[in-house]
């Protein structure tokens, strides 16, 4: 059974406990923080000095970047105390999380103070990112154990996915229960259960790849930037690689965990391994510990403009420009989209008999050695394969945990080439061979299997309950229509999913088109719609090179016409009969937040990034969410199609309502979270979040139930193209020049650039209605017509050219 957390506290205000209310916060839930008194305040000094430490750590928060908070108003969840005045406090909480030093007696002291305070029934849990759980709680009252655990979670942790949950010898089944449903469910955390073993499952295995990377640095000859080169997005893994990723975290951290590693696990037959390397002992000395001090294995310098990045020459320890690593084999990767065939294309090679260029030489030693370690780690860490997978990819950011790896590469090449090179076999691993197994994973029929050290055999992978995985429902059936952009799905109970899968989900032909008969079986087959999908991003929007090739051919009308009918059939989903939500994760930018403005509800993964950004590229929201947004102004400022008699007041509401909102678009501006982009227009009151994106699809999926079955109805019955749909008010001349003055404003303050306010002008005239002296009530119609020729007008422009090219060459805003 399950306990209800209604508020939590956090013990340390440091850089994990500060963001670790930040996220309690983010959840809706009410959080205490405390920390120590100033050791060296004076005893008259002013009350609101003995909490300048907690302070401190949250104002840090508050500032950090990335952001902590979802939106700053958050920050208001978080009450502040310190140790010695407000410690009784913890007594509110249903949850106390410790995130103090790692010093084992400093918990345990802090501990058994709050132990006199906290209510029956509180869980109390450790952030220890490596101390032994049962010892923090060692004899502290049987009551206080029952409802113990460790909960470790990941810097940032309102970023990275896991937390590894730890149980002591006493804890109740209940109490991990709670622990797990709350972490997963209000926290959107991915929930591992982890052994109570030396640095748990992610940090143990991380640590030796980062250890090994070093180590074969050296043995080859490589530079940083070849190591970082080979180890970030070429195999899957995040672009801050290894000495990036050391920086941010730290050397002193590093060496704390590999000192910790070395001192308890003397089982570990690596444990040699674990000595720190000359190098970071050296680095350590000279105060090269990363972003902290400044310099790590990079140092920013003041250039000349922008600032530079040097790198460490790991021979001389002084720092010189960066060098482009240059392997061939790295070159030819990048082509390849999926990760496995990646994989595949770089080792391969090797596994072959070739001698491979250094990256690949780097790259075979660094995969096998951490995958062969990992395996070595089995049982002792974990019983759960996928739980091991689950920890590399959710706490490290991988794409591939270490025996998907194995699985990508073979695992039978994999094993040859270790006889080969005379390197020992796992156990595991011989153990899955002689299993008959082709890999740790094996899917049949839609259900994944993965191999079971109780049973030697297959066990169904797991997933919590609950959740939507649309791949398994496409590999049992359930795929209703599909072509090359885009699927329609049977989500169950009624309900259909338009799913993309174009490359980066732009907007084109073949997604309208799936919409459109989604749309049609939606009339006869089913009850609601779901548009969602579970790739990286929903959508970044229309095909620029698209674009950009029929502006080059002065092909207007075909771009009217394809602005047109994406026009229309985002027209068509907000007046479909029946409802349709929109579930976008990731990025969902330009077009696919377009789509979304028009469904019938947004339900959103929380890390949504949400923004209309065309102007960014020198063009405006053409397929009707400038309309959209124009609308939300009129909701915000007291309804759609207000009378034209209302006072002047209502127009000055209006105007208000605009103003934030043409920003938005005008700056191009994204919402970091869901909460931020309801601040910046794009959601209204009314859309939902989820915090897990895992479960999205899911929540999407009852949230178009529950509109189905309240009898819900479109905002029009029908919509035809030219008829008198939704009215709405705009303020012409009025809105107009205080447009123009703003435009004015941000060019002279050097916020924009002529360009920048050309494209602005078109988009007030939009936001505006037109060359309109005063205010009027006008149809959908006519808006959509002005974006429109507004967007195709703006193609013709040279500069609108250049943005769009050098986006697609760059992934980067060009200001011109």
Not at 200 to 225: D, K, Y
Not at 326 to 341: P, Y
Not at 749 to 776: C, H, M, W
């Amino acid at each position: 059974m399950t306990r209800s957390i209604q508020k939590a506290a956090v013990l340390g205000a440091g850089t994990m406990g500060a963001r670790i209310a930040a996220h309690f916060a983010n959840a809706g839930l009410p959080c205490i923080l405390l920390d120590i008194v100033p050791p060296d305040l004076k005893p008259d000094a002013p009350g609101a000095d003995r909490n300048k430490i907690v302070r401190a750590g949250l104002d840090a928060a508050k500032k950090s970047r990335p952001a902590a908070f979802f939106t700053p108003a958050l920050a208001e969840k978080i009450s502040i105390g310190n140790f010695e005045d407000d410690l009784a406090r913890v007594a509110e909480a249903d949850w106390i999380i410790e995130v103090v030093a790692e010093n084992l007696e400093i918990k345990r002291k802090l501990l058994s103070r709050v132990a006199q305070f906290r209510k029956p029934g509180a869980i109390v849990t450790t952030n220890t990112s490596g101390l032994p759980v049962h010892l923090i709680a060692e004899g502290m009252p049987e009551e206080f154990q029952q409802h113990w655990a460790g909960t470790h979670f990941f810097n940032p942790p309102r970023y990275l996915k896991l937390v590894e949950v730890i149980p002591g010898p006493k804890t109740l089944p209940g109490v991990l229960a709670t622990l797990t449903e709350f972490c997963d469910r209000r926290l959107g955390k991915g929930v591992v259960p982890a052994k109570d073993s030396p640095n748990f499952i992610a940090n143990r295995i991380g640590t030796f790849s980062m250890l090994n990377a070093l180590r074969l640095m050296q043995s080859l000859g490589m530079t940083v930037e070849e190591i970082d080169a080979c180890t970030g997005p070429a195999v899957g893994w995040p672009k801050s690689a290894t000495f990036r990723t050391a920086d941010i975290v730290g050397l002193d951290v590093l060496v704390h965990v590999v000192k910790n590693i070395y001192e308890t696990a003397p089982n570990d037959e690596s444990r040699e391994f674990y000595k720190v390397p000359a190098l970071v002992e050296e680095m350590f000395k000279r105060k090269m510990l990363g972003d902290k001090t400044g310099q790590g294995f990079y140092k920013k310098v003041k250039g000349a403009g922008e600032k530079e990045i040097l790198t460490l020459d790991v021979n001389t320890f002084e720092y010189r420009p960066r060098q482009k690593a240059k392997f061939a084999s790295l070159e030819a990767g990048k082509a390849i989209d999926d990760t496995r065939e990646r994989l595949r294309s770089l080792v391969g090679p090797i596994l072959e008999g070739q001698k491979g260029d250094k990256a690949q030489q780097f790259l075979w030693n660094a995969l096998s050695e951490t995958c062969s370690y990992a395996a070595r780690r089995v049982p002792e860490i974990s019983d759960s394969i996928a739980d091991v997978d689950r920890a590399m990819r959710w706490g490290f950011g991988w794409e591939l945990g270490p025996f998907e790896i194995v699985d990508a590469l073979g695992i039978q090449n994999f094993v040859a080439q270790l006889k080969k090179e005379n390197r020992p076999v796992p156990a595991l691993i011989e153990k899955v061979l002689s299993s008959g197994r082709k890999g740790f994973y094996e899917s049949e029929k839609g259900t994944a299997t993965v191999f079971d050290l109780a049973t030697s055999g297959p066990k169904k992978v797991e997933e919590p309950r609950g959740i939507i995985i649309l791949k398994s429902l496409k590999d049992a059936g359930k795929e209703v229509e599909r072509n090359s952009g885009a699927s329609l799905i049977d989500l169950g109970d009624g309900i259909v999913c338009c799913e993309f899968h174009a490359k980066m989900n732009a907007i084109g032909a073949d997604l309208i088109a799936m919409i459109h008969k989604g749309l049609k079986r939606l009339e006869t087959d089913f009850d609601a719609m779901v548009i969602a999908n579970q790739a990286v991003n929903f959508s970044v929007g229309a095909n620029l090179m698209l674009v950009l090739v029929a502006a080059q051919e002065q092909e207007w009308d075909e771009l009217h016409m394809a602005v047109k009918q994406f026009q229309n059939i985002n027209l068509a989903i907000k007046y479909a009969r029946k409802p349709v939500v929109a579930a976008p994760q990731g990025m969902a930018l330009g077009g696919g937040c377009e789509v979304s403005l028009h469904a019938a509800r947004i339900h959103a993964a929380a890390e949504a990034y949400i923004g209309l950004v065309e102007t960014g590229v020198g063009l405006i929201p053409g397929g009707g969410g400038t309309k959209e947004m124009l609308i939300h102004a009129n909701e915000n400022a007291g309804g759609i199609g207000f009378s034209l008699s209302a006072s002047a007041e209502s127009d000055l509401d209006l105007f208000h309502a605009l103003k934030p909102i043409f920003e938005s678009v005008a700056l191009a501006k994204v919402g970091a979270s869901a909460e931020e982009s309801r601040d910046l227009g794009y959601l209204r009151r009314e859309d939902l979040y989820s915090m897990n994106s895992q479960r999205l699809v899911a929540d999407a999926k009852e949230t178009a139930l529950a509109l189905a079955r309240s009898c819900w109805k479109p905002a029009a019955a029908s919509w035809q193209e030219g008829a008198q749909s939704t009215q709405i008010k705009v303020l012409g001349d009025q809105f107009l020049s205080a447009a123009k003055l703003m435009i004015h404003m941000l060019v002279r303050g050097g916020y924009a650039s002529e360009y920048d306010a050309v494209v602005a002008r078109k988009l007030a005239n939009i936001f505006s209605g037109g060359p309109l002296t005063s205010p009027q009530l006008v149809t959908e119609q006519y808006v959509l017509d002005l974006e429109r020729e507004a967007f195709v007008s703006l193609c013709g422009e040279k500069l609108t050219q250049a943005r769009i090219a050098h986006t697609l060459k760059t992934g980067k805003p060009l200001r011109n």
